[in-house]
């Protein structure tokens, strides 16, 4: 990931890009699946960036649509960060119903928007949550 364009993002949203912002930023992008505040908190510890200070960034990134709230069964809430256009509008999510990770499951290999609409009825989201078991907790 180009850490440049992660700076511009956040600049471009006219927050101010800390070391703090660009962590969190980046850690989201490179996952690439909804993933709760705890799970962040957990893996940036060695940068000793408070949690009063991450809670405050997310929120902050969701305000300004930098990143998305994924609500996960209406318990935890989950943020993901996709910088392709495509993934930002339609893509569904796969929980697996024994571990509770989340992955993301692009709009290419899905064709959401190819789903028909009754006539006169234009699409504006798609979104999609698929239950299953992953191949961890299958074994
Ligand atoms: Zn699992
Ligand atoms: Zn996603």
């Known amino acids: 990931m180009n850490v440049d364009l992660l700076k511009d ?15 969190v930023l980046e850690y989201l992008v490179t996952v690439h699946r909804p993933v709760s505040t705890q799970e962040i908190i957990q ?3 060695e940068t000793a960036i408070n949690e009063v200070t991450i809670y405050r960034i997310l929120e902050s990134f969701v305000e300004k649509k930098l ?17 392709e ?5 339609n893509h569904a999510h796969f929980s697996c119903q024994q571990c509770e ?5 692009e709009e290419n290999t899905l064709q959401i928007s190819t789903i028909p609409l009754p006539p006169g009825f234009q699409l504006k989201q ?14």
């Open 67 to 83: 990143i998305t709230p994924v609500d996960h069964w209406n318990r935890h809430r989950l943020y993901e960060a996709h910088m």
């Open 9 to 23: 993002k956040i600049r471009n949203c006219g927050l101010k890009c800390t070391a703090t912002r660009l962590a």
């Open 43 to 45: 893996n940036l510890k």
């Open 101 to 105: 990770t989340v992955l993301c499951i």
């Open 126 to 139: 798609v979104r999609l949550q698929i239950e299953g078991i992953c191949p961890n907790c299958i074994k």
């Open 85 to 89: 256009k495509s993934c930002q509008v």
